[in-house]
């Protein structure tokens, strides 16, 4: 007997149910969102300082010129206007030399509250994205 027919032996399967069914899941807080969001920064650092590691989610990327472009996401949406007095969704033109004290800049933006309205914008898109589906 396979492993899949031992657990459909004690489980019940489903077709066709229907998404109102399903168990939703569960919101982020704020303080998971900001934890998150942290995640990613530094998973790009450690990433920038030993391309080795696995390829994370990127909040950078290097422009034409040599330099680079930076965010902060909360999932798979950058978040908006949190650079510049509310103006700007990317840091751009940042050297190379100074990427990591940019990216020890970001984590503090959020761990600090900084980005807390932005990450709050991207979680109502989220929950509104996931409500027409």
Request: hydrophobic residues 40%; charged residues 25%.
């Amino acid at each position: 007997m396979s492993i899949l027919s031992k657990v459909l032996a004690q489980h019940t399967a489903i077709c066709g149910a229907s998404k109102r069914t399903l168990k939703r899941v569960q919101r982020d807080t704020l303080q998971k969102a900001r934890a998150k969001c942290i995640e990613k920064v530094r998973a790009n650092k450690a990433w920038h300082n030993d391309n080795t590691l696995q390829k994370p989610d990127t909040v950078v990327a290097q422009d034409t010129n040599g330099n680079f472009s930076v965010g902060v996401k909360y999932g798979n949406r950058y978040l908006l206007n949190v650079f510049n007095g509310g103006k700007d969704t990317f840091i751009e033109n940042v050297p190379e030399s100074v990427l990591n004290d940019v990216f020890d800049g970001l984590v503090e933006m959020i761990e600090t509250g900084e980005c807390d309205a932005a990450i709050k914008d991207a979680m109502a898109a989220n929950l509104a994205m996931h409500a027409k589906h």
